[in-house]
């Protein structure tokens, strides 16, 4: 059982590491670089990375967080080394938080945007793009991006614990086990 909850608590490490930088990178570097580009650019661009990130290896990573976090918790709950627990529920909840944040608050800004349709036929590029309220998709996606960085850095402490209980365990292991052999050696 404990190779299933160290797979697990790898798999939960790594896809929310990978979750924390797609939010990241659209605080630091997308948004702020669609924020000075005229109305037309921003609409078409926009629609264009939303509609390329919904993909099968987004999907994987966005849903995969949630559930790999939530199960490593669940394998956890009667484990003997409980250390981890309150750190994976920790990201378990941050990373939670950050999914109803999604559904609720920036998927239904990214289905307005795209609702508007092809920048080319738009007459009113720039109420669309005041209909989006950017502002309010950054300010929500800077809460996911420090959230999922935090619950990034709850199971990475997380797996420095479970190296720290698996090294401690080979070292009882190793320690009972030399006696008996020095006692095999002696009877010999």
């Known amino acids: 059982m404990e190779h299933v909850r160290t797979a697990a608590l790898i798999v939960s490490t790594l896809t929310m ?106 007459r009113d590029l720039a109420a669309v793009r005041e209909q989006f309220d950017e502002e309010r998709w950054v300010r929500w996606n800077v809460v996911r991006a420090v959230a999922t960085a935090v619950a990034f850095g709850c199971l990475t402490w997380a797996l420095v614990l479970h190296g720290r209980a698996t090294t401690s365990s080979e070292t009882a292991s190793e320690a009972v086990s030399i006696p008996a052999v020095e006692e095999a050696r002696t009877a010999s």
């Open 17 to 122: 590491g990978l979750a924390a930088g797609v939010f990241g990178i659209y605080a630091n570097a997308i948004m702020p670089g669609l924020r000075d580009t005229d109305d037309r650019t921003f609409v078409g661009a926009f629609q264009s990375i939303d509609e390329a990130i919904v993909n099968p290896l987004f999907m994987s990573v966005f849903v995969g967080a949630l559930l790999a976090t939530g199960l490593t918790a669940g394998l956890h709950l009667g484990a003997d080394e409980r250390s981890r627990l309150p750190w994976l529920l920790a990201a378990f909840l941050l990373y939670l938080a950050v999914f109803v944040i999604t559904i609720g608050i920036n998927v239904p800004l990214n289905d307005d945007i795209k609702a508007a349709g092809d920048p080319d036929r738009i």
